[in-house]
Nanobody, 124 residues
Framework: QVQLVETGGGLVQAGGSLRLSCAASGRTFSDYKITWFRQAPGKEREFVAAISWSGGGYTLYADSVKGRFTISGDNAKNAVYLQMNSLKPEDTAVYYC????????????????WGQGTQVTVSS
């Protein structure tokens, strides 16, 4: 079992930055693939970025955030971060971190553990 808690959301103007954190307890992050998803009102949950320590720190990004968002982790702190720069109104959503063991997937249905989410709102 792993418990996840996201923090760092808020309201920001377009072009601004936010840094989201995902803190884990219960198990060490190194055993899991950690992924950020987001869900806007009326839309399906979508993949944002993922990191795999067992894969040598391998990262993966959705095309819509590539070059603007950076996922990183601190194994000693059992934490994963999502640095979001050049934010756009279309980035407005509830952001979730999720964890699973085994292969890294961009499909949210494959994930077993979820945080409660943190709201990110980007004003134009």
């Amino acid at each position: 079992q792993v418990q996840l808690v996201e923090t760092g959301g808020g309201l920001v103007q377009a072009g601004g930055s936010l840094r989201l954190s995902c803190a884990a307890s219960g198990r060490t992050f190194s055993d899991y693939k950690i992924t950020w998803f987001r869900q806007a009102p009326g839309k399906e949950r979508e993949f944002v970025a993922a990191i795999s320590w067992s894969g040598g720190g391998y990262t993966l990004y959705a095309d819509s955030v590539k070059g603007r968002f950076t996922i990183s982790g601190d194994n000693a702190k059992n934490a994963v971060y999502l640095q979001m720069n050049s934010l756009k109104p279309e980035d407005t959503a509830v952001y979730y971190c999720a964890a699973r063991r085994g292969f890294l997937y961009s499909d949210y249905l494959k994930y077993d553990y979820w945080g409660q989410g943190t709201q990110v709102t980007v004003s134009s």
